[in-house]
């Protein structure tokens, strides 16, 4: 039987044909810029407005994001292992078919194609319209070119599905505008997105540690600390309510603060994108896990920081109608863009200095999302999973051409589709879905294939592995209950994976 249908029995049996089409063209620095700058996106300037009205708490807040820090590299820890052992084009795609079967596998890679990897560029191309529309007043969610239609509130038990515009306005058209030419660009080898990826995250990098130095330096409010530090565990006490999920006490905030999280996750989010990279990778037993440990670490270590300023800044608690950054607070900057309203407190042209470094942000992410995400695509083509096209690449510059142009087209039709936000929360319930079942598999391979090599081994397993897949369940179960108008939509484009799976087999087999 053919790998395409039967997982295979070792990973010494991996076939090496399709990564030796690749240029081996990444190191140890664009490893670790491609997992930096695939973290580092908008989110980081946005999200903690929705977590801080959401928690009411500096604690909560800063929890939040501790979290998801422990959370992504404790995964990239694990990952590693399975980098190291299984360096192939595809990465989690590669680990889910070896670990759980072919079907498993596909499930993850279509749902990367429909809404994982697709709905993040996606997200992250609108994000780059929204803070280009902090300099050019025109780019906006509500400038419409064409309004095709709004899809209306439908409650179907606990759910509320559709609410959302339809169409196309000055803010997607921008954000489309830069898939696409970020797409073109990456069509023509992979140095050439490489060095994207390293100028931009070099500066992004920069930017956000810019913003940390300044905040602390110049822009430190006595009255937001004395009001946030003074009080920094108000409404998070063994008494504190939270009226969101409608539970109190302890247990209320590990609820609110999972719901909280899917803002602080999706900015995290991204990290495993050099897994995909695998077969462009020099040295990838040594470079994979290097690179996801010393990435993930540095941008973590960044996010709690910016938090830490935010706090230092602006008082949590504010007011929606305040007529200035300070009275608006963290919970309602203005469109959530908190980094933005720090550096408004310092600086009069505050507000266009960040914009101009979030675009620069936003504009690497993309292009290190775009670059990694192909990878996916061509490895199902060449297991007979996926367009046959997606699987070639091109004659002179060995990129996956269609694989590309698929998912540029995808995506284009999502940034259509959804806000930031409702974006945000389709993403993160199936992305921690396919990291829980791919952490099971470094379980299930230690017990399969005891003698397979491995170069590196997981720091901390069994124990820090099996305190991810609960944590990850309990985020899971959560969204399930209080998001369902995203999560169910989410978990309901997995499971139609299935019959889309054995239809791509069976026409595989007849054609073999």
Known sequence: MSTETQPLASTHALPATQDQEFVKGLGLMSSTTLVMGSMIGSGIFIVSADIARQTASPALLIIAWLVTGFMTITAALAYGELAAMMPRAGGQYVYLREALGPLWGFLYGWTLFMVIQTGTIAAVGVAFGKFLGVMVPGVSSSHWILHLWKVPAIHVGPMILGNMDVGLNTQNLVGIVIIIFLTVVNLFGLKTGAMVQNVFTVAKTAALLGLVVIGYALARNPQAIAANFSHFWMNSGSHAIFPSVGLTGLFGAMVVVAVSQVGSLFSSDAWNN????????????????????????????????????????????????????????????????????????????????????????????????????????????????????????????????????????????????????????YIIFAVLVFYILTIIGLFVLRRTQPGAVRPYRAVGYPVLPAIYIVMALFIDVVLLRYKPQYTWPGLIIVLCGIPVYYLWSRRERVSA
């Open 274 to 425: 050099v897994t995909f990279t695998a077969g462009e990778v020099k040295n990838p037993s040594r470079n994979l896990p290097l690179s996801l440990a010393l990435g993930t670490g540095a941008v973590i270590a960044l996010y709690v920081a910016a938090n830490f300023v935010y706090l230092s800044v602006l008082p949590l608690i504010g007011d929606p109608h305040g007529s200035s950054v300070l009275a608006r607070g963290i919970q309602y900057a203005t469109e959530d863009r908190v980094a933005t309203a720090v550096m408004q407190v310092r600086f009069a042209a505050g507000a266009s200095l960040m914009a101009a470094a979030i675009l620069i942000s936003t504009f690497g992410c993309a292009n290190g999302l775009i670059l990694a995400g192909a990878r996916v695509y061509y490895a199902m083509a060449k297991d007979g999973l996926f367009f046959t096209k997606a699987g070639r690449l091109h004659p002179t510059y060995k990129t996956p051409t269609w694989s590309l142009a698929v998912q540029c087209v995808w995506t284009c039709i999502l940034c259509v589709s959804g806000t930031y936000g409702q974006l945000l929360d």
